[in-house]
């Protein structure tokens, strides 16, 4: 079976790809091992950010640092047998927290974020998925003086970017969620992101309409990926499929491929954790609730309430460890009446991540037809369709919708 583009990988990024160029009228197989939008596309919080401005930054005081190290921070947690793999990553990790380098960050994201919404709002309403999306921004909580004081440096950009960041009383923010409890002292409303309440939902909606379209969506394992004459091929139990180009969107499996053919690339995973609640009595949630000294955000969602941790610096692979689950738990309890949890075992992902904190996007230089779309971080479940749309551009000689010289996967070397 013979198509223009293969791509490997129905998260959220891949299925976007798979789906902007049907949209233009290219044929496409899109290969996953399971069903599209079950891995951490499935699991993320749900956010379609317009407002984090500034990246999860590696910390750069002392004072944070040793708060990591000892367990203080309950939005981190380390294995300390990963961390000699991961020295040079957290290296460069340090250097792209750089306050200057922060703002370069910034500057280069936000000609992808300031895309974000309408982009997703474009392939909702083609895929018939506008039902999982909700307006009304997200509720940063903070429970000191302190925290607050951090968050308001983010403003003067936010005002630059044209964003809504409004301060709340504790009060205000009670009557915006009146479950919440009053454990904090006081709170920002960042009023232009989005959010879902199924990302896994939304995932297998632009998935249908990409085979709506005539879109070949093919199970298979991705590592059987090898160059033919002129293209790629993908070998199936049931056929080959050949194409002239192949795009790599496998997330945090992506090195599984890469590494055996050669391609290095510095991708590491910031592992997060998710589990689902019950709430007590009628309460309920309107919108994504992020307790930022409590390290962890509590979203509606279809299943439930979906409290997810912050990021464990672990081996892929490793078992589960879900300790920070264990320690927000219990503050996530004070904040909001949670019922008892719905699942037996928590959900455990991985945010694909550079150490520049900016995803890869684009042709692999000299290796003819193959393209990257990995490394989306934080993001991902947010820039999945602008990816989309800026990979499709580049493929099919369009005006790209963002520059993507500063996400060239080139710049590794
Ligand atoms: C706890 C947590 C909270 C998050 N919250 C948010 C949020 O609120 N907003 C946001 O924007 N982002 C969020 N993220 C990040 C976001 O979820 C990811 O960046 C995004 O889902 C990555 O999408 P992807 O398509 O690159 O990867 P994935 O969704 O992981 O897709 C990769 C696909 O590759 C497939 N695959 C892997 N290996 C093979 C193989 N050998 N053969 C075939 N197929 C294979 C997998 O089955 C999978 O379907 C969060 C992440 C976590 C962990």
Redesign the pocket.
């Known amino acids: 079976m013979k198509s223009d583009t293969l791509v490997?990988?129905?998260?959220?990024?891949?299925?976007s790809i798979a789906l902007h160029l049907a949209l233009r009228g290219q044929s496409v197989t899109l290969?996953?091992?399971?069903a599209?939008?079950?891995?951490?596309?499935?699991?993320?919080?749900?956010?379609?950010?317009a407002a984090s401005l500034y990246p999860v930054a590696f910390p750069r005081d002392f004072r944070a640092l040793l708060d990591v190290a000892l367990g203080r921070n309950p939005a981190a947690n380390y294995h300390l047998s990963a961390l000699p793999g991961l020295t040079r990553w957290m290296f460069n990790y340090w250097r792209a927290s750089a306050p200057d380098r922060v703002l370069i960050y910034a500057r280069v994201m936000q000609t992808l974020l300031s895309h974000s919404i309408a982009e997703h709002d474009h392939l909702a309403a083609l895929a018939g998925a506008e039902h999982y999306f909700r307006e009304g921004g997200w509720l940063k909580l903070y429970r000191t003086p302190q925290g607050l004081d951090v968050e308001r440096r983010e403003f003067p950009l936010a005002r630059q970017y044209g964003l809504t960041a409004v301060e709340k009383s504790v009060d205000e923010a009670l009557e915006l969620e009146p479950a919440l409890r009053p454990v904090f002292h006081g709170a920002v409303l960042w009023s232009d992101p989005h959010s879902v309440s199924s990302?896994g939902g939304v995932?297998k909606a632009y998935a249908a309409h990409f085979e709506r379209l005539g879109g070949r969506l093919v199970q298979?394992?991705?590592?059987s990926l090898g160059a033919i004459p002129g293209g790629w091929r993908v070998e199936t139990a049931k056929g080959r499929h050949d194409a002239d180009r192949v795009v790599v969107?496998?997330?945090?499996?992506a090195r599984?491929?890469l590494d055996p053919l050669g391609v290095r690339v510095p991708l590491q995973v910031k592992?997060?954790?998710?589990m689902h609640y019950g709430a007590q009595g009628n309460a309920g949630l309107r919108r994504?609730v992020l307790d930022e000294e409590g390290g962890y955000?509590i979203t509606p969602m279809e299943a439930g309430i979906r409290l997810?941790?912050g990021v464990e610096f672990a081996r892929r692979d490793a078992p589960k460890s879900p300790v920070q689950l264990a320690r927000t738990e219990a503050l996530a309890r004070d904040l909001f009446p949670l019922g008892p949890r719905l699942e037996p075992e928590p959900w455990m992902?991985?945010?694909?991540a550079f150490p520049d904190m900016l995803p890869a996007i684009g042709p692999v230089p000299r290796r003819p037809g193959l393209w990257l779309a990995?490394g989306?971080?934080?993001?991902?479940?947010?820039?999945?369709p602008v990816t989309g749309r800026l990979v499709a551009e580049m493929m099919t000689g369009a005006d790209p919708v963002a520059d993507p010289a500063p996400f060239a996967p080139g710049r590794f070397g």
């Open positions: 490997l990988g129905a998260g959220i990024v891949g299925t290969v996953d091992r399971r599209p939008g079950e891995e951490t596309s499935y699991g993320n919080a749900g956010l379609v950010e990302p995932t298979a394992d991705a590592r969107a496998l997330g945090p499996w599984d491929l592992r997060g954790y998710h994504p955000v997810t941790t992902g991985c945010r694909p990995i989306h971080q934080h993001l991902g479940f947010t820039l999945g």
